[in-house]
């Protein structure tokens, strides 16, 4: 059988930046949570984005939990989440004793959709955080998000797990809200083989942020806590990974880009195929190169045959209000997040795959038309 072609795998620089940081921490003995890889990892990442203030953690999930709480976000509040996405950007709002509301996608974007965001804000209108998420790389619609809930008076949190690299009109995705999230988990377009990062512009809160992440150690000679503490924090290896793939990020968006670009032109012509919308607003970093099928074949059909020739696919997220334990929640909007699952999938997008390989997905599609 043909080597298995993989949906996202890890990829490590050629030049081994990653290992050279890894080797500094190895040989300087700070191998446990902080160090100066951290330190440095946070400074570039705010360099990379553009944002005054970053703390870096052990995932995404443990920065959208202290983004929530930075929030202000307590038991019985009203969170509202979209719900095209993974578990994990609406799991912490359970962890804090909140009530997730689940907002829909829009066709045009796929990501949260203004209209059902408003119709939320009338049924809800004591709500204290919004998370809204930008899916496979493609932007939200922040404008006419942020403008929603600054006029109710809301915090944002960019749940930008799948988009670091991409741009709304020219400023990442994940500094736009009050608080943004990335993921290094292992399938994202850079990974330090897990861990996240919490950013924002506000420094205190980003400060308060790190003293929860480390268990909410108060300054004393003795270990003294008087607030609820996470053991939340990055390693220093792990952070010295992340360091080393952040300078190969811009090449990782462009091979993202001509693996979408390449399914594009040669797949977009068969009949019932629909790309991911790319916007007027959106400099995506294609973490995922996705269609939607709408025709004699189905999803299933498309998935199974790449599967039989040891390649790797997936549905679109099966939304939130559509997940066993999320069900007993409210859901405000059409239906686009279900027919996306229904019709959806996400093709391997690795950044490893050469010519050959695209090549071998594209005639295994082929011959289902």
């Known amino acids: 059988m043909s080597q298995r072609i993989f949906l996202s795998s890890p990829h490590m620089s050629d030049e081994g930046y990653e290992r050279q940081y890894v080797k500094e921490a190895f040989d300087t003995n700070w191998l446990a949570p902080l160090g100066e890889n951290v330190n440095k990892f ?63 996608s829009d066709e045009k974007s796929w990501n949260m959709d203004p209209k059902a965001l408003e119709e939320a ?24 998000i942020m403008a929603i809930c600054k006029r109710h008076n809301v915090a944002v949190i960019e749940d930008a797990a799948e988009s670091l690299g991409g741009y709304y009109r020219g400023t990442a995705t994940g500094t736009i809200g009050d608080y943004g999230v990335y993921s290094f988990n292992g399938n994202k377009i850079i990974t330090s083989s897990g861990g996240g990062m919490l950013v924002s512009n506000n420094e205190d809160k980003i400060a308060k942020a790190r003293f929860w992440a480390t268990q909410s150690r108060d300054q004393a000679r003795h270990y003294q806590h008087s607030e609820l503490g996470y053991n939340y924090r990055m390693s220093n290896v792990v952070a010295g990974i992340g360091r080393g793939q952040l300078k190969v990020l811009e090449e990782r968006v462009q091979k993202k880009k001509y693996i979408f670009e390449y399914y594009k032109k040669e797949l977009g012509n068969l009949e019932g195929v629909q ?95």
Not at 49 to 63: F, I, P
Not at 121 to 138: C, Q, R, T
Not at 309 to 337: C, L
């Open 42 to 104: 946070e400074e570039e990442i705010t360099r990379k984005v553009g944002v005054k203030a970053a703390a870096a953690l052990n995932s995404g999930t443990s920065a959208i939990h202290l983004a929530l709480k930075a929030a202000g976000v307590e038991k019985g509040d009203i969170v509202f989440c979209s719900t095209l996405t993974f578990s994990a950007t609406a799991n912490p709002i359970v962890y804090e004793g909140a009530i997730p509301v689940f907002i829909d």
């Open 121 to 144: 804000f009338e049924k809800y209108p004591d709500v204290k955080a919004v998370i809204v998420v930008h899916l496979y790389g493609l932007s939200a619609d922040m404008d006419k």
């Open 275 to 369: 790309f991911m919308p790319i916007n007027e607003w959106d400099s995506p970093n294609y973490w995922l190169s996705c269609l939607t099928l709408h025709g004699q074949v189905s999803p299933t059909e498309l998935m199974d045959e790449l599967e039989h020739a040891n390649i790797e696919s997936r549905p679109i997220w099966k939304p939130m209000h559509k997940q066993p334990f999320f069900e007993e929640y409210d859901f405000v909007g059409d239906g686009v997040s279900e027919k996306l699952f229904e019709t959806g999938v996400c093709l391997p997008s690795d950044t490893k795959m050469n010519d050959n390989e695209l090549e071998r997905v594209v005639e295994i599609i082929r011959r289902l038309w």
